[in-house]
């Protein structure tokens, strides 16, 4: 039951990590598919933990993120690359230009940046939930 609860907050958080980088991802029309791209990645990184269980490695926060950062480079790429699901642009995301980076970026770095703020988000929802 908590892997069901963590997998719709994955997949919640990856829509609020969609409107937050705003221009930069552009997902297909149908809602069907954006629906499975959200599923996908909220399994993916729900599976995070296990993954760390399996090779008998500590379940912390530093953990959880840098495989985090591995795993969500690694789906980014496939659904970018492979199936085309989510098309990335060269604009930087908006959280980016808020702050003052006003720098282009090409679509490799669009997807970086997609996957230190989706691993930082759900790292931070993380130790939130646990310091509750």
Same mark, same amino acid.
């Given at each position: 039951?908590?892997?069901?609860?963590?997998?719709?907050?994955?997949?919640?958080?990856?829509?609020? %990590?969609? +409107?937050?980088?705003?221009?930069? %991802?552009?997902?297909?029309?149908? *809602?069907?598919?954006?629906?499975?791209?959200?599923? +996908?990645?909220?399994? +993916?990184?729900?599976? *995070?933990?296990?993954?760390?269980?399996?090779?008998?490695?500590?379940?912390?926060?530093?953990?959880?993120?840098?495989?985090?950062?591995? %795993?969500?480079? %690694?789906?980014?790429?496939?659904?970018?690359?492979?199936?085309?699901?989510?098309?990335?642009?060269?604009?930087?995301?908006?959280?980016? +230009?808020?702050?003052?980076?006003?720098?282009?970026?090409?679509?490799?770095?669009?997807?970086?940046?997609?996957?230190?703020?989706?691993?930082?988000? *759900?790292?931070?929802?993380?130790?939130?939930?646990?310091?509750?």
């Amino acid at each position: 039951m908590k892997d069901l609860y963590l997998t719709v907050r994955n997949t919640v958080l990856f829509y609020f %990590i969609i +409107v937050l980088v705003g221009s930069a %991802i552009v997902l297909p029309g149908s *809602i069907a598919e954006k629906l499975f791209i959200g599923l +996908v990645f909220g399994v +993916v990184t729900t599976a *995070i933990p296990h993954l760390l269980k399996f090779f008998k490695l500590p379940v912390n926060s530093g953990s959880i993120f840098l495989l985090c950062i591995i %795993i969500s480079f %690694i789906y980014f790429v496939v659904m970018s690359y492979f199936f085309t699901l989510i098309q990335f642009s060269s604009r930087l995301p908006d959280i980016f +230009v808020f702050i003052g980076l006003n720098t282009s970026a090409d679509r490799l770095m669009s997807i970086v940046y997609l996957t230190l703020i989706s691993s930082l988000v *759900i790292v931070g929802f993380d130790s939130l939930e646990k310091n509750a």
